[in-house]
């Protein structure tokens, strides 16, 4: 079956780092995604990854072990608009492309 | 300027009705979805399409659904006969292969009362 688990919820104080992990199994993998989501918006695309190893991108990055499905998401110098839902998402080939799998996400608390 | 939009925004309708939900992709992508997000839950994958066709279906897209690509750019996602689980708010989107990314449109919130 598919399952994709991520922390609920996570609290960090502003200037900080926060890492928020994800676990996952699923029928297939051609990549997982991170995304930020705000309240009452669209998911916006963070990183990508497919190959083993770290992905950096200004103050995000993300890492990924394939054979031990896991993921994780570095947000470094933490900043009051970081407070948002974080979603990890498996990309899954299908018989006729593909699709995302998300996880329920986690909501980041960022306080003074 | 948005790569994808929605439109409406908002849709609240009575339980029963018929609903059209509105997506325009600027560009010539091939690949679209929808996705729709109950309050509170995850993200969940509603159907694939590919060069006007589709694709992919999950269980959740039963027969009340459809999707079209009526005039070669805008991409609907209708819903025959509402029910109250179906309000929730439903995202378009659109992707590139070879850069493997999903643009998500702002989505449009419908609630069925």
């Known amino acids: 079956g598919q399952n994709i688990d991520q922390p609920t919820e996570m609290t960090a104080t502003e200037g900080a780092i926060v890492q928020i992990n994800c676990t996952y199994q699923?029928?297939?993998?051609?990549?997982l995604f991170w995304y930020q989501q705000h309240a009452g918006e669209a998911p916006t695309f963070l990183s990508y990854n497919v190959l083993d190893g770290l992905e950096e991108k200004g103050r995000f990055s993300s890492f990924l072990s394939r054979s031990k499905g896991y993921s994780y998401l570095l947000l470094k110098e933490l900043q009051m608009k970081d407070s948002a839902s974080y979603l990890c998402?498996?990309?899954?080939?299908?018989?006729?492309?593909?699709?995302?799998?998300f996880g329920t996400g986690t909501q980041l608390k960022v306080e003074l | 300027e948005p790569e994808v939009t929605q439109t409406p925004s908002h849709q609240v309708t009575q339980m029963g009705q018929e609903v059209i939900l509105r997506c325009v992709p600027i560009s010539n992508h091939l690949y679209f979805y929808w996705y729709r997000q109950i309050l509170g839950q995850k993200v969940e994958f509603l159907v694939s399409f590919y060069n006007n066709e589709i694709s992919e279906k999950s269980e959740i897209f039963d027969d009340q659904f459809s999707v079209e690509r009526p005039d070669g750019s805008n991409f609907t996602l209708k819903i025959r006969s509402t029910k109250l689980e179906d309000s929730a708010m439903y995202f378009c989107?659109?992707?590139?292969?070879?850069?493997?990314?999903?643009?998500f449109g702002s989505g449009t919130r419908l609630t069925v009362v």
């Open positions: 998402a498996v990309r899954e080939p299908t018989g006729g492309g593909n699709k995302l799998t």
């Open positions: 989107a659109k992707s590139v292969e070879e850069y493997y990314g999903y643009t």
């Open positions: 699923t029928s297939g993998f051609n990549g």
